[in-house]
Antibody, heavy 117, light 109 residues
């Protein structure tokens, strides 16, 4: 069974760093992209970008380029989304999604990030 | 910045049919944008329904279908069930980038 399991909710202060994770199981982790999606409270879905876990090649949406970093650890089938300096506007639910060439299928359960002083 | 636009809300009666559309600010949506559709219910992660315009995942109910219609991607729900009440999002591919639509809230009433 394909699963993407994300790390738990986080509460951080502005300026702090954070890394959240997404662990894949039940499939070849390096055979599919991992896409990251943001959903701010009460708002729609936003495509942040994606990473190829086989070589860590990444595409970033212009809206997120330079503010977040994707990474992957192949031996443990885990992808990461990282911030070096959080802002209050980063408060949102973040999802990881398995992606093939022209499709996305399995979603993680989401990680809620709250940034507040 | 590319904008993908959907109807904000639609209402349909149980057993009825409703069509949602997905338009691109860059022009007509084509099969090369590989339209994907997702359903999200309150408090839940989204669920994939349709990929590459009209292909269903193994779990997608038969009453959901995808197409291209008048330069837009479309998702049609036929024989709507109460459990279809949800937010629906399209996703379009633009080369290496992708953009979600603004979302359509479907109410079954």
């Amino acid at each position: 069974e394909v699963q993407l399991v994300q790390s738990g909710a986080e509460v951080k202060k502005p300026g702090e760093s954070l890394r959240i994770s997404c662990k894949g199981s039940g499939y070849s982790f390096t055979g599919y992209w991992i896409t990251w999606v943001r959903q701010m409270p009460g708002k729609g879905l936003e495509w942040m970008g994606r990473i190829d876990p086989s070589d860590s090649y990444s595409n970033y949406s212009p809206s997120f380029q330079g503010h977040v970093t994707f990474s992957a650890d192949k031996p443990i089938n885990t992808a990461y989304l990282q911030w070096s300096s959080l802002q209050a506007s980063d408060t949102a639910m973040y999802y990881c999604v398995r992606q093939g060439t022209t499709w996305s299928d399995y979603w993680g359960q989401g990680t809620l990030v709250t940034v507040s002083s | 910045q590319t904008v993908v636009t959907q109807e904000p809300s639609l209402t349909v009666s149980p057993g009825g049919t409703v069509t949602l559309t997905c338009a691109s600010s860059t022009g007509a949506v084509t099969s090369g944008n590989y339209p994907n559709w997702f359903q999200q219910k309150p408090g839940q992660a989204p669920r994939a329904l349709i990929y590459s315009t009209n292909n269903k995942h193994s779990w997608t109910p038969a009453r959901f279908s995808g197409s291209l219609l008048g330069g837009k991607a479309a998702l049609t729900l036929s024989g709507v069930q109460p459990e279809d009440e949800a937010e629906y999002y399209c996703l379009l591919y633009y080369g290496g980038a992708q953009v979600f639509g603004t979302g359509t809230k479907v109410t079954v009433l």
